[in-house]
């Protein structure tokens, strides 16, 4: 045999000069939960170890996360209900806590950067992420919305707009509502191919948004569409969006890996809560070893073609030091 792979796999070292997908914390944005009030943290039961937590908390983590070399956040808002309404208004108003945060940490800070989440669910009353008529999730009125959203958290300081709603053709009305407002560095993450999941559970008992009638099957994708995603990232690329997303990760693999080999722009991946419960529940019953599993997970999405992922394990990933 002149042929033996095994050759190159004998020990660490001969490993690690053949390895051809390379994850640091470079590659990670943490996301974390944002409370109003002070001194607050409330672990969510179905995500273990993550907690929602006030900003004077929240301040705290940022800085332990950017000793650990985790430099991008995203920020998810748990809004009381009764803040919210039909039209989420709340979202754009001045001195809303969730901007506020943004510029707090912005200020102690600024070598973080910040993305935010752009939707109408956790400030809608019927807990979707666009505007709901006579049980319709209604398009082009969310829009408008939306871009008095973004304005006002790119007015807060924010690095990265992060549209989750998919809606259609929210990125160009979002990109064009930055620009008129002398925002033209803010850039847009756009939520590409956000798929229908059963993964959300845990991520929507830490906001508390699940939909108060129906389900989000009209705006979100179907998990049996693969080539559908690619009409999706052609509308956002063209109208402005500087990172496609693909939500969730590593379900759907493939996806990333067919918009990294057709665009140009980085990519982005959500590895979701669900899937973070998954491997976290699994290890907690010691049915896997737990590091291996978070690490083996998250390599897997960076090798199908994420740039970047966004991850409740980037703080555990970080302190191993890879």
């Given at each position: 045999?002149?042929?033996?792979?095994?050759?190159?796999?004998?020990?660490?070292?001969?490993?690690?000069?053949?390895?051809?997908?390379?994850?640091?914390?470079?590659?990670?944005?943490?996301?974390?939960?944002?409370?109003?009030?002070?001194?607050?943290?409330?672990?969510?039961?179905?995500?273990?170890?993550?907690?929602?937590?006030?900003?004077?908390?929240?301040?705290?983590?940022?800085?332990?996360?950017?000793?650990?070399?985790?430099?991008?956040?995203?920020?998810?808002?748990?809004?009381?209900?009764?803040?919210?309404?039909?039209?989420?208004?709340?979202?754009y108003q001045k001195?809303?806590?969730?901007?506020?945060?943004?510029?707090?940490?912005?200020?102690?800070?600024?070598?973080?950067?910040?993305?935010?989440?752009?939707?109408?669910?956790?400030?809608?009353?019927?807990?979707?992420?666009?505007?709901?008529?006579?049980?319709?999730?209604?398009?082009?009125?969310?829009?408008?919305?939306?871009?008095?959203?973004?304005?006002?958290?790119?007015?807060?300081?924010?690095?990265?707009?992060?549209?989750?709603?998919?809606?259609?053709?929210?990125?160009?009305?979002?990109?064009?509502?930055?620009?008129?407002?002398?925002?033209?560095?803010?850039?847009?993450?756009?939520?590409?191919?956000?798929?229908?999941?059963?993964?959300?559970?845990?991520?929507?008992?830490?906001?508390?948004?699940?939909?108060?009638?129906?389900?989000?099957?009209?705006?979100?994708?179907?998990?049996?569409?693969?080539?559908?995603?690619?009409?999706?990232?052609e509308l956002d690329?063209?109208?402005?969006?500087?990172?496609?997303?693909?939500?969730?990760?590593?379900?759907?693999?493939?996806?990333?890996h067919l918009l990294?080999?057709?665009?140009?722009?980085?990519?982005?991946?959500?590895?979701?809560?669900?899937?973070?419960?998954?491997?976290?529940?699994?290890?907690?019953?010691?049915?896997?070893?737990?590091?291996?599993?978070?690490?083996?997970?998250?390599?897997?999405?960076?090798?199908?073609?994420?740039?970047?992922?966004?991850?409740?394990?980037?703080?555990?990933?970080?302190?191993?030091?890879?």
């Amino acid at each position: 045999m002149t042929k033996r792979p095994r050759r190159n796999r004998k020990n660490s070292v001969v490993r690690s000069h053949i390895r051809e997908t390379h994850l640091s914390t470079d590659h990670l944005i943490y996301p974390l939960f944002l409370l109003d009030g002070n001194n607050k943290k409330i672990e969510i039961e179905s995500m273990p170890d993550i907690f929602r937590l006030s900003l004077d908390n929240i301040l705290k983590e940022v800085e332990s996360c950017l000793q650990l070399g985790i430099r991008t956040f995203v920020l998810f808002p748990a809004v009381e209900e009764s803040l919210k309404d039909k039209t989420a208004t709340y979202s754009y108003q001045k001195g809303n806590f969730y901007c506020a945060a943004i510029s707090s940490i912005k200020k102690h800070f600024p070598e973080a950067c910040i993305m935010t989440d752009v939707a109408m669910d956790p400030y809608s009353s019927d807990g979707h992420d666009g505007l709901v008529e006579n049980g319709q999730i209604l398009n082009d009125e969310t829009l408008p919305i939306l871009v008095k959203m973004s304005v006002a958290q790119a007015e807060a300081g924010a690095d990265i707009i992060g549209p989750s709603d998919m809606m259609d053709g929210r990125v160009g009305a979002i990109r064009n509502g930055l620009d008129a407002n002398g925002f033209e560095n803010v850039a847009i993450m756009s939520y590409t191919a956000k798929y229908a999941s059963a993964f959300y559970g845990p991520f929507r008992d830490a906001l508390d948004s699940a939909p108060k009638s129906g389900d989000k099957k009209t705006y979100q994708m179907d998990p049996a569409n693969k080539y559908e995603s690619l009409i999706e990232a052609e509308l956002d690329y063209t109208e402005g969006a500087d990172y496609l997303m693909v939500k969730p990760a590593s379900l759907y693999l493939d996806v990333i890996h067919l918009l990294k080999e057709n665009y140009q722009v980085p990519i982005a991946a959500y590895n979701i809560s669900g899937e973070y419960s998954m491997v976290k529940a699994a290890a907690l019953k010691g049915w896997l070893d737990y590091e291996a599993a978070m690490s083996e997970m998250l390599l897997s999405i960076k090798r199908a073609g994420a740039d970047v992922i966004l991850t409740y394990f980037a703080k555990d990933y970080a302190r191993l030091g890879k």
